[in-house]
């Protein structure tokens, strides 16, 4: 029988990597693209012919006529969210409605989570995650107490069912304490509900499946990043689902003897955003550069990003658990200038060395850096790697041989035209 295949596409730091670019790069290789996890509190950002996307909800490979693009069960969705995304795609001249399959079984963000959302976080005080104040968290805790609502759901007995679950909520609103006024956004969430009905909703596991057996090809999108993950990540400060290769298995409903290659995305340096550890974040000017070189504000949120040297540990350990066949480099432009560029090789946890990543990162760690020549050129004009300088390529070997796992794509700068596929 001849089988298609499952590649997955992931970010490998703490997000921010430019999924959404490699998505849309890759797209012409594969039938389909289907996103596996997370919700509208990550944007892809995409540029290509002068415009400029970002993507919440809707898979990266939108842009690439006739492809079908799936939502699948591991997403959670906001009706009112995806309503506003949807249309201005299709304000552009992107036809969705052909082309946009959603999951029966992806869950449903409720005005009610975002206040569960606000009420929590105000409730930690100094110990604050750092949300997006989306409502992802509070959706994912339903989905595992069995009380969450589903795209499914709104097919039938819709009004009694978000009643229902809209009254639990506010129960646990009224012991909190937390004062809030949904009205609004209510109304146009219900709006967005009633637009969502015009799309194809369907059992994705049986469409998914069917796909492969036809011999067709499918790319996995993830969400976030490896180091996110909620059981591999640096928990606490951790995103509330499983962002790694694995969670495309839970959140598409294929078997992992299906998937093929594993594209592990990473930027040439080091970003965070919101509270939690970063071992390589820098304070200092250099911290500084980088954020303003690499434009590093939140997609979505608009909030700065965090900026450090390349964490190499962390790295390493996001490739094991991944079971990453080759590595995507983004943003190598934004070192262009630097006269040093740190990689940390190491780390010391009270006084010890060690290559192996820690269950604890937030206190008693200091990355141990190797040095490198700075390339010193401006490359966002390249066209193939003999351009590039030998300093970048010794750049490009040094990280190969540190995390045993070829380069086979470098992007060196936002557009779609700006990427470097290695022999």
């Known amino acids: 029988m001849n089988t298609g295949k499952v590649d997955v596409l992931l970010g490998l730091q703490w997000g921010d990597e430019g999924k959404g670019k490699v998505v849309d790069v890759l797209t012409p290789k594969y039938d389909v693209i289907a996103r596996f996890q997370g919700g509208p509190n990550a944007g892809h950002t995409l540029e290509f012919e002068g415009e400029k996307y970002v993507l919440r909800s809707i898979p990266s490979g939108i842009f690439q006529g006739g492809k079908v693009n799936i939502i699948g069960n591991g997403v959670v969705l906001a009706p009112d969210l995806f309503m506003d995304e949807a249309k201005a795609l299709e304000a552009s001249g992107h036809d969705l409605h052909s082309r946009l399959h959603i999951s029966k079984k992806a869950h449903l ?223 190598s432009d934004v070192l262009d200038g630097f006269d040093t560029i740190k990689a940390c090789t190491a780390y010391k946890v009270n006084g010890v060395e060690t290559r192996d990543f820690p269950y604890n990162i937030e206190e008693g760690i200091e990355p141990v850096y190797e040095e490198l020549p700075g390339w010193k050129t401006d490359m966002t004009k390249f066209t193939n790697e003999d351009q590039f300088p030998k300093a970048f390529k010794d750049y490009i070997a040094f990280l190969e041989a540190q995390l045993e796992t070829p380069i086979k794509i470098i992007s060196i700068g936002p557009d779609r035209a700006q990427t470097i596929v290695r022999k």
């Open 109 to 331: 963000i409720m005005p009610t989570h975002r206040v569960l959302d606000a009420a929590y976080e105000a409730q930690k005080g100094k110990n604050k995650v750092g949300t997006t104040g989306k409502g992802i968290g509070p959706t994912y805790t339903d989905k595992v107490s069995r009380n969450g609502l589903r795209v499914g759901d709104i097919l039938e007995n819709f009004p009694e069912m978000y009643a229902k679950a809209k009254a639990r909520h506010e129960a646990i609103l009224k012991s909190l304490n937390f004062d809030y006024d949904i009205t609004e956004v209510e109304k146009k969430w219900l709006e967005g509900v009633e637009y969502l009905r015009q799309f194809s909703i369907v059992d994705s596991e049986h469409e998914i499946n069917n796909i492969l057996k036809s011999g067709k090809s499918i790319l996995c999108e993830g969400a976030q990043g490896t180091m996110l993950d909620v059981d591999f990540g640096s928990y606490p400060f951790v995103t509330s689902s499983n962002t790694i290769c694995a969670g495309a298995c839970t959140g598409l409903g294929i078997g992992p003897n299906k998937i093929g290659e594993v594209y592990g995305i990473m930027k040439a340096y080091c970003t965070r955003v919101g509270a939690g550890p970063f071992p390589t974040e820098l304070f200092d000017e250099t911290g500084k550069l980088i954020r303003d070189l690499g434009h590093e504000y939140g997609a979505v949120t608009g909030r700065e990003r965090r900026c450090g040297w390349i964490d190499l540990v962390a790295l390493r350990y996001s490739i094991m658990v991944n079971g990453v066949t080759q590595l995507i480099m983004m943003k």
